[in-house]
């Protein structure tokens, strides 16, 4: 039997799981098939059609163990899409008139890849999808076996991404230390904005795990410093039915008792009207290679500062955006244990030769198995009706509805 030869790479935004992804699958490989010969596309896609690759050393496989240990991606991502060929001809990946899937599908079979593990979120695995139909439809003996990453969770049909619990937990910490600016001035307005363009449950999830976070902070009755101050009073989520001039009411009455407002904004909240806003007045929206809008041009932030700064009579207020900060770190606990489940299934599926995204299938009861290309699609919206974002809701006193 010929010696399999294991390429992976990631690709999208970052998320706290692709280091560890990569040293897991490093690790069991090593493990399971000690032969096979691993290498790694440097930035994704993008090292794929410029066969832009790190050879897995001995040593590297020996302190894959290590990777564990931080964020970030130690191979490098970008937002390369296989079937946008106008862009990969303007990054200059390949030449005019050349179609971006044959060319990545010649360059891994020139690189005698037998596997390749895509690590990505919704973009990442559909272009996986597409590119796994190509080397079908053509020809190429080759496996593609995906694992789900986004902060966002909001990937079909998949249960839970990974990455998201700890971006949930690390923007919690990160808004610990914001709060406090509530004692900086009088009539502080506060908005924490959390990733999330299509889907709120790392907003909800973020706001859960800050209040868990709170609830066991002890304080000295009389200070400033007390449980009011370290609450929230608003969450607004891209799913969520939204009227500017009631919720402005609403805070106002928090502000006028409390002298400060916290609220918690997903970064695609109200996105779409505020797209069309822009796009009413003559601006033109930047939009990446997949066609989103490119968020970090919006400040979705910003336009909520906007809506209820004055409306509220707030003498200060700022933007806190939270998602570089959470998205970067080094997968938690939690994290860890189900990038574990993912890369063993990953391996095993891809020595079988069956090609998909590993992840708990909602559509079989939750099971733990290689989901079928087809079935990947991004967009899944947040279900509000989750008795714990319910129970978020109910200890803010914030009544909602969907959009």
Same mark, same amino acid.
């Given at each position: 039997?010929?010696? $399999?030869?294991?390429?992976?790479?990631? /690709?999208?935004?970052?998320?706290?799981?692709?280091?560890?992804?990569?040293?897991?699958?490093?690790?069991?490989?090593? !493990?399971?098939?000690?032969?096979?010969?691993?290498? /790694?596309?440097?930035?994704?896609?993008?090292?794929?059609?410029?066969?832009?690759?790190?050879?897995?050393?001995?040593?590297?496989?020996?302190?894959?163990?290590?990777?564990?240990?931080?964020?970030?991606?130690?191979?490098?991502?970008?937002?390369? *899409?296989?079937?946008?060929?106008?862009?990969?001809?303007?990054?200059?990946?390949?030449? %005019?008139?050349?179609?971006?899937?044959?060319?990545? =599908?010649?360059?891994?079979?020139?690189?005698?890849?037998?596997?390749?593990?895509?690590?990505?979120?919704?973009?990442?695995?559909?272009?996986?999808?597409?590119?796994?139909?190509?080397?079908?439809? +053509?020809?190429?003996?080759?496996?593609?076996?995906?694992?789900? *990453?986004?902060?966002?969770?909001?990937?079909?049909?998949?249960?839970?991404?990974?990455?998201?619990?700890?971006?949930? #937990?690390?923007?919690?910490?990160?808004?610990?230390?914001?709060?406090? #600016?509530?004692? =900086?001035?009088?009539?502080?307005?506060?908005?924490?904005?959390?990733?999330?363009?299509?889907?709120?449950?790392?907003?909800?999830?973020?706001?859960?795990?800050?209040?868990?976070?709170?609830?066991?902070?002890?304080?000295? %009755?009389?200070?400033?410093? +007390? #449980?009011?101050?370290?609450?929230?009073?608003?969450?607004?989520?891209?799913?969520?039915?939204?009227?500017?001039?009631?919720?402005? =009411?609403?805070?106002? $009455?928090?502000?006028?008792?409390?002298?400060?407002?916290?609220?918690?904004?997903? $970064?695609?909240?109200?996105? &779409?009207?505020?797209?069309? %806003?822009?796009?009413?007045?003559?601006?033109?929206?930047?939009?990446?290679?997949?066609?989103?809008? *490119?968020?970090?041009?919006?400040?979705?932030?910003?336009? @909520?500062?906007?809506?209820?700064?004055?409306?509220?009579?707030? #003498?200060?207020?700022?933007?806190?955006?939270?998602?570089?900060?959470?998205?970067?770190?080094? /997968?938690?606990? !939690?994290?860890?244990?189900?990038?574990?489940?993912?890369? &063993?299934?990953?391996?095993?599926?891809?020595?079988?030769?069956?090609?998909?995204?590993?992840?708990? &299938?909602?559509?079989?009861?939750?099971?733990?198995?290689?989901? $079928? @290309?087809?079935?990947?699609?991004?967009? *899944?919206?947040?279900?509000?009706?989750?008795?714990?974002?319910?129970?978020?809701?109910?200890?803010?006193?914030?009544?909602?509805?969907?959009?």
């Amino acid at each position: 039997m010929a010696k $399999e030869k294991v390429a992976m790479l990631t /690709a999208g935004g970052l998320a706290p799981c692709l280091s560890s992804a990569v040293g897991g699958l490093i690790q069991r490989y090593t !493990d399971v098939a000690p032969d096979a010969e691993l290498i /790694a596309y440097r930035s994704g896609y993008q090292g794929v059609l410029l066969s832009d690759r790190i050879e897995i050393t001995a040593e590297m496989r020996d302190n894959a163990y290590l990777l564990h240990r931080y964020g970030g991606s130690p191979i490098g991502n970008s937002r390369v *899409k296989l079937t946008n060929a106008a862009d990969c001809v303007k990054r200059g990946l390949i030449k %005019e008139g050349q179609n971006p899937l044959a060319v990545a =599908a010649e360059q891994l079979a020139e690189d005698g890849v037998t596997v390749l593990h895509t690590i990505g979120g919704d973009d990442t695995n559909t272009v996986a999808a597409d590119l796994a139909a190509y080397l079908a439809a +053509n020809g190429y003996d080759l496996t593609v076996v995906g694992l789900p *990453k986004t902060v966002d969770n909001d990937i079909v049909p998949i249960r839970q991404s990974l990455g998201a619990w700890t971006a949930a #937990e690390v923007g919690a910490a990160f808004f610990d230390n914001v709060s406090n #600016e509530q004692t =900086a001035a009088p009539r502080t307005l506060i908005i924490h904005e959390v990733m999330g363009r299509h889907c709120g449950w790392l907003t909800a999830a973020t706001a859960r795990a800050y209040i868990q976070r709170s609830s066991s902070n002890s304080y000295v %009755e009389g200070f400033l410093m +007390n #449980e009011e101050m370290k609450g929230i009073d608003g969450v607004y989520l891209p799913e969520m039915a939204f009227d500017a001039q009631k919720e402005a =009411a609403r805070l106002r $009455e928090v502000m006028d008792k409390r002298g400060f407002a916290t609220v918690f904004v997903s $970064e695609g909240a109200c996105l &779409d009207a505020i797209v069309a %806003e822009r796009e009413a007045a003559g601006e033109n929206v930047a939009r990446d290679a997949f066609g989103h809008v *490119k968020l970090d041009t919006i400040n979705v932030g910003g336009w @909520f500062q906007k809506q209820f700064a004055a409306r509220i009579d707030a #003498e200060r207020s700022l933007v806190q955006k939270s998602g570089y900060f959470a998205r970067s770190a080094a /997968a938690n606990g !939690d994290d860890l244990r189900l990038i574990q489940g993912m890369v &063993d299934l990953a391996v095993e599926s891809a020595l079988n030769r069956v090609s998909g995204v590993t992840g708990h &299938d909602e559509d079989h009861n939750g099971k733990l198995r290689t989901i $079928e @290309f087809p079935r990947i699609k991004g967009g *899944k919206p947040f279900d509000m009706t989750a008795r714990w974002f319910g129970d978020v809701m109910e200890s803010i006193g914030q009544s909602f509805e969907p959009a």
